[in-house]
């Protein structure tokens, strides 16, 4: 792993690069390749939909990359009900093209399970297809240690292959979240007050940090 390794807030003006690096996560996934079968496709049409939900998390949620964007997560702060994105009915068909269906199911199985109480939504958490600097367990360390403080619940979808990650940072899995003809995923809920720790961005590996200069603000695949 890179020894300077920084984790910050996603800028506006770097939308697009992020929502790229959300739909190569996905691509070579089930919940990619049944979203968009055309392989040819799918990269464009993964990436013009992520645009628009990480736009819409930075509005109301908020997005944490590595430095060299290689690496995010994606979290929406569900304290009440949100709105959907801007022009959403809209843009998703622009985005979706003939594969609008199947975006729209994938919308309304996710929010059937979705809990309805006040908590934090982890939407996404991307990294590179072929992960092995294990930035996937550095970006959700960094994540948990930030909703931590807030004592809220905590809500993530998740693929089977990843259970065990989400299991070993206290998510517990509940019902299966089957997709029509498509994959089955798993709803992880982890209790509030899971853990009490600062947030986690070291500058060198090995190092680890101090206390941040003030708490972070109250605030998680969609």
Same mark, same amino acid.
């Given at each position: 792993?890179?020894?300077?390794?920084?984790?910050?807030?996603?800028?506006?003006?770097?939308?697009? /690069?992020? !929502?790229?690096?959300? @739909? #190569?996560? *996905?691509?070579?996934?089930? $919940?990619?390749?049944? &979203?968009?079968?055309?392989?040819?496709?799918?990269?464009?049409?993964?990436?013009?939909?992520?645009?628009?939900?990480?736009?819409?998390?930075?509005?109301?949620?908020?997005?944490?990359?590595?430095?060299?964007?290689?690496?995010?997560?994606?979290?929406?702060?569900?304290?009440?009900?949100?709105?959907?994105?801007?022009?959403?009915?809209?843009?998703?068909?622009?985005?979706?093209?003939?594969?609008?269906?199947?975006?729209?199911?994938?919308?309304?199985?996710?929010?059937?399970?979705?809990?309805?109480?006040?908590?934090?939504?982890?939407?996404?958490? /991307?990294? !590179?297809?072929?992960? @092995? #600097?294990? *930035?996937?367990?550095?970006? $959700?360390?960094?994540? &948990?240690?930030?909703?931590?403080?807030?004592?809220?619940?905590?809500?993530?979808?998740?693929?089977?292959?990843?259970?065990?990650?989400?299991?070993?940072?206290?998510?517990?899995?509940?019902?299966?979240?089957?997709?029509?003809?498509?994959?089955?995923?798993?709803?992880?809920?982890?209790?509030?007050?899971?853990?009490?720790?600062?947030?986690?961005?070291?500058?060198?590996?090995?190092?680890?940090?101090?206390?941040?200069?003030?708490?972070?603000?109250?605030?998680?695949?969609?």
């Amino acid at each position: 792993m890179d020894n300077a390794l920084r984790i910050r807030t996603l800028r506006w003006t770097e939308r697009q /690069a992020i !929502a790229g690096v959300v @739909a #190569a996560a *996905l691509y070579p996934g089930c $919940l990619g390749e049944w &979203l968009v079968p055309d392989a040819a496709q799918r990269l464009r049409v993964l990436t013009a939909v992520g645009e628009i939900w990480v736009e819409h998390a930075l509005f109301f949620g908020d997005i944490h990359v590595t430095d060299d964007l290689t690496a995010a997560t994606v979290g929406l702060h569900r304290l009440r009900p949100l709105p959907p994105p801007a022009n959403y009915p809209s843009r998703l068909a622009d985005a979706a093209g003939p594969y609008l269906q199947r975006f729209r199911t994938l919308d309304a199985v996710l929010e059937a399970h979705r809990p309805a109480d006040a908590h934090h939504h982890l939407a996404v958490l /991307a990294t !590179a297809p072929q992960d @092995a #600097a294990g *930035l996937d367990e550095v970006m $959700l360390t960094h994540y &948990l240690t930030r909703i931590d403080r807030t004592d809220m619940p905590a809500w993530a979808e998740v693929t089977v292959r990843n259970q065990d990650l989400f299991t070993r940072h206290g998510y517990r899995p509940q019902t299966p979240i089957r997709l029509p003809d498509g994959p089955t995923l798993l709803g992880m809920h982890r209790p509030a007050g899971s853990s009490r720790r600062w947030p986690t961005n070291p500058t060198h590996a090995g190092t680890p940090p101090g206390p941040p200069a003030a708490s972070p603000s109250a605030a998680t695949a969609r």
